[in-house]
């Protein structure tokens, strides 16, 4: 699944958690946790597989449940613990990141495909070698029509009318983020 998709999808999903479990929309804070744990299996795997060398594939060690799992737990217990205003950001956090390793398991799930979805379960499962060259822009360069690629989009357009809906959570903070770092770099108030 391409990065929209992953964040898409984990909008929808921790969207609808919070108006059936909390009875409210999602607040700018767990909307932008969930954002980012949506693209964190990604930001952890690739850069370190396809760039450093450090790890066989760009989809292992965070993409492993066997990792995933006991981190979110630790993050949900940590945050419990702390404070229980925190809980909302500690699901928003492991809806975003196991939603991640859902959508990049779904089209081998429907292929039944089985032998692709063993990432999973990595490192008790060695991760299948692709074919396409490890790199961003080989992969970026595989993007094509195809029914795949309209369903994430249809998961784009359902997840910008659901946070249109929920009064774009998020949006103020991570736009003010620029002028905020430039008045850190220059000393403006």
Do not use: C
């Not at 979110?72 to 699901?91: F, I, K, N, Q």
């Not at 292929?111 to 299948?128: K, M, N, S, T, Y």
Request: proline share 7%; aromatic share 14%; no cysteine.
């Amino acid at each position: 699944m391409w990065p929209w998709g992953h964040l898409a999808m984990a909008y929808l999903l921790y969207s609808l958690y919070s108006r059936l479990r909390r009875g409210h929309r999602p607040t700018a804070a767990t909307a932008l946790v969930v954002a980012v744990a949506s693209q964190a299996p990604d930001l952890v795997d690739k850069p370190f597989a396809w760039t450093f060398s450090v790890l066989p594939s760009g989809r292992s060690l965070a993409h492993s449940l066997l990792v995933v799992v006991p981190v979110v737990a630790l993050v949900y217990s940590l945050a419990r613990v702390r404070d229980e205003g925190e809980e909302p950001l500690a699901v928003a956090f492991g809806i975003g990141a196991l939603t991640h390793l859902f959508g990049d398991a779904l089209y081998s799930l429907v292929d039944l495909e089985f032998r692709h979805v063993g990432f999973l379960l990595w490192p008790a499962i060695p991760p299948v070698e692709y074919e396409v060259e490890q790199s961003f822009l080989a992969h970026f360069a595989l993007i094509e029509a195809s029914p795949e690629f309209y369903f994430e989009l249809l998961l784009v357009g359902l997840a910008v009318v659901v946070w249109r809906a929920d009064g774009y959570p998020g949006l103020a903070t991570a736009a003010s983020w620029p002028v905020r770092a430039w008045r850190g770099v220059t000393g403006a108030d």
